[in-house]
């Protein structure tokens, strides 16, 4: 059975933890759900492709704890490790070529 793009994109951040929540280690496979929606409406919106960027917008905007913090504060750098970004990136990229190709 193969998972919906949202689902994928949900299991494949789930796995890297990417903000370090022990997600895993909890089995909280809801933990990325939030971020993997709008990364799914991202990607939609864009043909069907993603960029690191797009990524990082999200995950930045996730990070931030209100209306009244500034996204632009937000370091992710300092929350990210930049190889756990890369692989994430990487295997959504591999997927959507496989499963949605131009």
């Not at 193969?2 to 280690?25: G, M, R, W, Y």
């Not at 991202?42 to 492709?49: G, M, P």
Request: negative net charge.
């Amino acid at each position: 059975m193969q998972l919906s793009l949202e689902d994928h994109i949900n299991k494949v951040l789930f796995k890297a933890d990417l903000l370090n929540t022990c997600c895993v280690a909890n089995d909280a496979y809801d933990e990325y759900h939030y971020i993997a929606a709008n990364l799914h409406s991202y990607i939609e919106y864009n043909d069907y492709t993603i960029c690191k960027e797009m990524l990082e917008d999200i995950l930045c905007s996730s990070l931030s704890s209100g209306e009244d913090d500034d996204v632009s504060d937000v370091v992710l750098s300092d929350f990210v490790s930049l190889a756990s970004l890369a692989s994430v990136i990487n295997d959504l990229e591999k997927y959507l070529t496989e499963h949605f190709p131009k």
